[in-house]
């Protein structure tokens, strides 16, 4: 079912799914189970990271992120190409423009214009329609305190939208390093520099994928990033610990979800990306690259 009537299942998806305890801000560390199982240890910071689930039973066994491990030379190539990327994420950063000028355009947009948005035919399909459709939702996440995925929607209803990098340090990229979903992929790094470490070894490197969901990450990072990939690398200093240099990288895209899922809100946000992805055919929506940077300093094995 696509050609879906946008705007009241995106305001039913939204308003429910605040209120579910997977659908709660990945910033904020009160759970309502406070129990060992619903945390993970951050192996950088050392501390707590929360699940935003009622339960750990409600995660997915799948959670675990896929990756390869190198070392030796090829450990090498990926810490130098991760230090010029990160000193061009510095030059090139997007840190001190992106959210704060949806913030600004949230402030100026009239939302009569969300309320009004019923008076658009459900059947158009033209590149136009789609793009005003969305420009509201776009507007819609902000008001529902999801702005980062009202952001990175909005900067993709052009024609031409540029890649963004976010270094090390910048707001993004501590708010993505406070999810969940980043301490899951950072345990088995840390991992692997234990057992470099042991070795004796000086680099080591990696590469695989994730995803965010609304446990992991909560719905503002879900409906940002979904699935992802990474490439990091870590290097021994003179004192025995490491640096650490990760990539977190996504392609801002569109596929249709088929078979739907069947877990809630998943299945409900899933009727909304199917959507986005005829928006997408249109050539309202235009794919474009994100870059987030982490730079982790003295960890000791």
Known sequence: MKKLFIKPIVMFVLT??????????AQSNTPKDMSQDN?????????KVYYNEESPSQRSLSAQPTGEIFNGEEAVLILNKLKTSMADATNQ???QDTNQKYEQLLSQHNTSALNNSNQLQPFAQTKAWYRTEFTALAYTFGVFSCPTAGNFLLHSLQDNPSDRNYEAGSSLSNGLSLTTSYTEISIPMAAAIDQAHAKGDTYVGGSGSHYTSAGNAGLDWYLTLGKYKYL???EKQSNGKWTVYININDKYDYDTIDPLPSSFP?????LV????????DAGAIVPYWSHF???QTNYTP
């Open 16 to 25: 429910v799914s605040l209120v579910l305890p997977g659908a709660a801000s």
């Open 39 to 47: 945390y993970l240890i951050n192996p950088w910071t050392k501390l």
């Open 93 to 95: 950063s997007n840190s």
């Open 232 to 234: 990091w690398a870590a």
């Open 266 to 270: 998943a299945s409900a946000i899933a």
């Open 273 to 280: 990306s199917n959507h986005a992805a005829d928006a997408q």
């Open 293 to 295: 940077y982490m730079k």
